[in-house]
């Protein structure tokens, strides 16, 4: 189940995807919130609870807490080692990218460290306009031999669940030879995963950013994603050549999205 | 039920109470254990796990994290503030004084850092050769119209039941003319708390270092202390005064010893 740690920039002024967080976590899942402040005579505990009450209201648990840091990145690492050992433990972290690159090194700081303490992470970028559209289709990105679909299997399910939603098993290879044994991969997967028989099978034949262009339309893109480091340029103009709203997701080495 | 929050030193060093620990968190308590480095190329949590091990054959729930920080009392800081939020937070930071009076400053900060975070605070000072005696006798002091027992008691009545102990309750008054009254507040306290029929009382005449000086022997003595700044030397100074390892032990706030 969904658990996510969800860092948040300021809580004044932060205007997070709370009904897309709700549907990824609901209804088994929990949140914990946590803000970085420099000055320890505030405290926006207060701040932070009033963001996540909409939540709350839907009997998802969630936790929120405000840390003395003047480094968000080095804040947000010590919730992170300190939380991974305890009991009731995050297993996802969630950031968001915006459209401003400062903030880039941070995450990926942020994503070295959640790796280190056995987190899955998901990265989403929310397109401008679109949002989540209908909230209905949903296509999940998957490469033949690459180990890191669990976690966004796990997602991808959630959401078809909460959204009602219809799903698209997605794959692209540059070569039209591949197509067949493409097809068989994903039906496969789609078996093993147990996804519901409304799920639609596509192989797109080009270069990976071609195959984006011809996705089948969808309100989300999901995408698994390796342990190299993150390109937030990249999720960013993958975005744009979707037209929608994407997800990256990070396995921890923990789930399993095989029944 | 006794959560503690250990902070602790060095792990490679590190040679704390770990029976004392146990036999007040035993059997429904729980530890969470942290170190904090500077290098973070390292990692400690191994050591860490190893020290506890002996606790954790017992049945005791013992999770422990390494944490990065250049700065011991930063990083402590913020676990603090990290898991005083978290669904199933420690309730009592767990401090140990040694002689060396270099860290009675970081103690102090981070005994306002829990205070902050609604933890109680227990302090040990353990009597160098003493240490804990045969583990029977059990001072518990009390002061008429201090509002800070509660976890002292709670404590007290944890490690009655693991030394199979016998309490004695003590109070002090510099006026002869109290002890009547004084006798009545302790036994009245004693029934409110339902503790053992074996318990004794005791009300010492005398300025508070003298009737420290006329307790009755025992294996530990335990105080309640209040919300202002903790003087260490003091601590130091009762414990030879006692010739016995002490406790002093602060509220949170939460806690309840009436029955």
Redesign the interface.
Known sequence: KPDLLLPVDDPKVWAGPLLFIRNITYPSGSI?A?TVQEDEKNTM?DELNELFEPIKNEDI?V???????TNFQ??A???I????????RPNILFLTVGSNKDNDKVLNKLVVDATKSRLGVIILRQHSRKAFGMQRGINLWLRDKSPNWHLAMLITLQLQINWHGIINLVTASPEKSDEKRLYNFLEKLGDRARLPSMTEFHVRIGPFKEAVLQAPPADINIFGIGHDTISFDFIREISELTKSSCLFVRDSGEESALV
Chains 1, 2 share one sequence.
């Open positions: 914990f946590f505990t648990l936790t929120s807490t405000t840390i003395d840091d080095h804040g690492k010590l919730v080692q300190t939380l991974s050992c305890s009991t009731f």
